[in-house]
Nanobody, 123 residues
């Protein structure tokens, strides 16, 4: 399986922006449907956004619509999550995932997960 590496996390004040990046180690994911998930302290991991390999099918959780943008650059072999107007409730560990699908119980990955990266938004 592809190993995924996230970068770009950190701490920001409410209203600020961050851009997360996800790149595979050693392989390309140009034919993979990619997604971002997050897990806040004491909560289950939840879906944030997905972009299919064509780049035309894009999905967002209601909680981030209008604030977050997922994109991919298959030349650079990287998936991005641009996060604007960040809120304290966006504080979580963010995970990149490959081969994402939406099933009857929600979104999940049938491929690799990254190790996760911390995003902290202070009020």
């Amino acid at each position: 399986q592809v190993q995924l590496v996230e970068s770009g996390g950190g701490s920001v004040q409410a209203g600020g922006s961050l851009r997360l990046s996800c790149a595979p180690s050693g392989r390309t994911f140009s034919r993979n449907d990619m997604g971002w998930f997050r897990q806040a302290p004491g909560k289950e991991r939840e879906f944030v956004a997905a972009i299919f390999w064509s780049g035309y099918n894009i999905y967002y959780a209601d909680s981030v619509k209008g604030r977050f943008t997922i994109s991919r650059d298959d030349v650079k072999n990287t998936v991005y999550l641009q996060m604007n107007s960040l809120k304290p409730e966006d504080t979580a560990i963010y995970y990149c995932a490959a081969n994402v699908r939406r099933g009857s119980t929600g979104w999940t990955s049938f491929g690799s997960w990254g190790q996760g990266i911390q995003v902290t938004v202070s009020s």
